[in-house]
């Protein structure tokens, strides 16, 4: 296993997997067209794995929110959907440069990022704070991810937005065969020719008893599956799957009630599978697991079901 750091980026690179975290520019999560499988060559579609977008909370804008900080909605972008910011920028295309640390141990790569958002609505003061570990593993063609936030405010229903697994650039179906939506089914790359909002078709939004296995995938044509899937399902709030140019695989996990100095995340499998039978596989042997870190050169896992 090797890591080189050079100004702005990480290179990771396994018996399995290469990689790139970028921590200026664009940043956040595993950088677009750098995911790549040694096994079959195939790379991520997007612009990233598991990037980061903001906080956010559901209502419609206050009327003293100014014109900067108010959130657009009842387009083919964000469809019929009333949200708010809680805090701001978007870390993914705002935030700039990041904080990080890689921490390395036998068979074992991680890598944690953070950030304190600086800008707040009204109502709000800024502070709060994300960080985001990606932990890579000798002898897996995935990678273990977990994002985190603790509150600088109180609020009702917190929600942080990713992208999970990562939107996928296409022209017409051209790069994907299909996309399997765990809570859904299998959809062909046919069905995202047109663009559609978010609330148009295959929304995700949380109510009553979650699925059994939360799974968001696509199959990179002529080869493998590139999966996310979100460990604990009852911690996503809502998940988008639909096309504006590109498709959109918008998550967002919360939906929580918290008060400042408090904290809610997610973790995540990402990576390449063969079929929808070694997904479930592998998430059963994670499944629960809420966070993952590399301390003292050891992967750490918790959670329900955290072995």
């Known amino acids: 296993m090797k890591v080189e750091i050079d100004e702005g980026r990480i290179r990771i690179e396994t018996d399995k997997l290469c990689a790139e975290v970028r921590t200026e520019g664009y940043v956040s999560g595993v950088a677009g067209g750098s995911f790549t499988d040694k096994l079959t060559g195939a790379r991520d579609l997007g612009f990233g794995l598991d990037v980061v977008d903001f906080l956010l909370e ?13 959130y657009r ?13 809680v805090e701001l920028p978007q870390i993914c295309t705002k935030a700039g440069r990041l904080d990080f640390e890689v921490v390395c141990g036998r068979g074992v790569i ?33 990678i273990l991810a977990s994002d985190r936030i603790t509150s600088a405010n109180d609020v009702e229903s917190l929600i942080l937005r990713i992208d999970m697994p990562g939107h996928i650039k296409h022209s017409r179906g051209d790069t994907f065969e299909a996309i399997y939506l765990s809570y859904h089914g299998i959809i062909p790359a046919e069905e995202f020719c047109e663009d559609f909002a978010p609330d148009e078709r295959f929304l995700y939004r949380r109510s009553g008893k979650p699925p059994d296995r939360f799974i968001r995938a696509y199959k990179i044509r002529g080869g493998p599956w590139l999966a996310g899937m979100t460990l604990e399902p009852g911690i996503v709030y809502e998940a988008w799957c639909h096309q504006r140019g590109y498709v959109c695989m918008i998550q967002e996990i919360g939906g929580l009630r918290v008060r400042e100095g408090e904290s809610f995340g997610a973790a995540y499998i990402i990576g390449f599978f063969d079929s929808i039978e070694e997904m479930e596989r592998v998430y059963d042997e994670f499944k629960g ?17 955290a072995k």
């Open 73 to 85: 909605w009842g387009d083919k972008i964000h469809g019929n959907i009333p949200k708010r910011y």
């Open 110 to 142: 991680g890598v944690r990022q953070w950030f304190r958002f600086r800008e707040a609505a009204p109502g709000y003061k800024p502070g709060s704070l994300w960080q985001q570990w990606l932990v890579f593993l000798e002898g897996r063609r995935f």
């Open 58 to 70: 559901p209502g419609e804008d206050k009327p003293e929110t100014p014109s900067e900080m108010r």
């Open 289 to 305: 697991v809420s966070s993952v870190e590399v301390r003292e050169g050891k992967l750490r896992l918790a959670g329900s079901q």
